[in-house]
């Protein structure tokens, strides 16, 4: 069974302190800590760890695909 996150929890999963990170798009929460776009917990200077991206892939030069290539460890409430 998956994780439930709370907005707060997901937040604390931002890659900082030896935290994985993790981030959560149309309700899936994403382990991303593997991709090196993310090592330091902050993508392409514009998205941290620990958020909700739903609403910016729209200004990403990808789709929805890229997140197949990372594994689901929760849902957020």
């Not at 069974?1 to 937040?11: N, R």
């Not at 030896?18 to 998205?47: A, E, M």
């Amino acid at each position: 069974m998956l994780k439930t996150f709370t907005y707060a929890e997901l937040q604390e999963y931002n890659g900082q302190n030896g935290k994985p990170v993790y981030i959560c798009f149309k309700g899936n929460v994403y382990d991303v800590s593997g991709s090196d776009l993310w090592k330091t917990g902050r993508h392409q200077n514009r998205h941290d760890g620990g958020d909700d991206l739903t609403d910016f892939l729209n200004q990403a030069p990808h789709g929805e695909t890229v997140f197949t290539r990372f594994p689901i460890v929760g849902k957020l409430e």
